[in-house]
């Protein structure tokens, strides 16, 4: 399998509950955060993204929160499955250039049916 | 709907020599990117393309070279291969240009050792 997890951190949470997971960015003139889910031994896929004019959106069982003051972005998975276990990204896109992503370490999370 | 397809999804070298990795999208998308990933260090920007013909250093350009002859396709190079770069290599592309939400659609990734 993929070695990508090795040296993550690592949330493991049973079936049905409630995820949160963490990310802290740095600069503070990104203009877009997004959440890409990585499953083993495949490309990452995106999840949500938010603008940085607003403080939370949600999509279909996710929530993306962010908190400018405390350069702060987490992202909530409501009644997680199986399925969703994988690396999360959180990445920042800068207003300044062109559409270039920089990307955190990654979070693993692991689901316990 | 293929999307990005990368080429080859593995390959071992050996210190010194050379190899490229292909890129295929057909989406018509204008950016074309290449980052790597090591354990521990999420992803990181090689290179990167805004269209046919034009290429862009990223993060960690050194000892790689890129082309964009074509739309469709985004070549990384190795023209001496080190221990250091092995990794996993992803191929992304998206069609936002500047703003928007920065959505990238990877590929599959070309896992490289270096021996």
């Known amino acids: 399998g993929e070695s990508v997890g090795l040296h993550l951190p690592t949330l493991s949470v049973q079936e049905g509950d409630n995820s949160i997971i963490n990310c802290a960015y740095s600069n503070s003139a990104s203009d877009y955060f997004i959440w890409y889910k990585q499953e083993s031994g495949k490309g990452p896929q995106f999840i949500i993204d938010?603008?940085?004019?607003?403080d939370k959106r949600q999509g279909q069982r996710v929530t993306v929160l962010l908190n400018k003051t405390v350069k702060h972005l987490s992202l909530q998975i409501a009644a997680t499955q199986p399925g969703d276990s994988a690396v999360y990204f959180c990445?920042?896109?800068?207003?300044?250039?062109?559409?270039?992503?920089?990307f955190g370490k990654g979070t693993m999370l692991l689901v316990s049916p | 709907n293929a999307g990005v397809t990368q080429t080859p999804k593995f390959r071992v070298l050996k210190t010194g020599q050379s190899m490229t990795l292909l890129c295929a999208q057909d989406m018509n998308h204008e950016y074309m990117y290449w980052y790597r990933q090591d354990p521990g260090m999420g992803l990181r920007l090689i290179h990167y393309s805004v269209g046919e013909g034009t290429t862009a250093k990223g993060e960690v350009p050194d000892g790689y070279n890129v082309s964009r002859l074509k739309k469709q396709n985004f070549l990384l190079g190795l023209e001496s291969a080190a221990p250091s770069q092995t990794s996993v290599y992803f191929c992304a592309s998206t069609d936002v240009r500047g703003g928007g939400t920065g959505e990238l659609f990877f590929g599959e990734g070309s896992r490289l050792t270096v021996l």
């Open positions: 990445a920042e896109k800068r207003s300044s250039g062109y559409s270039t992503l920089t």
């Open positions: 938010i603008r940085s004019n607003m």
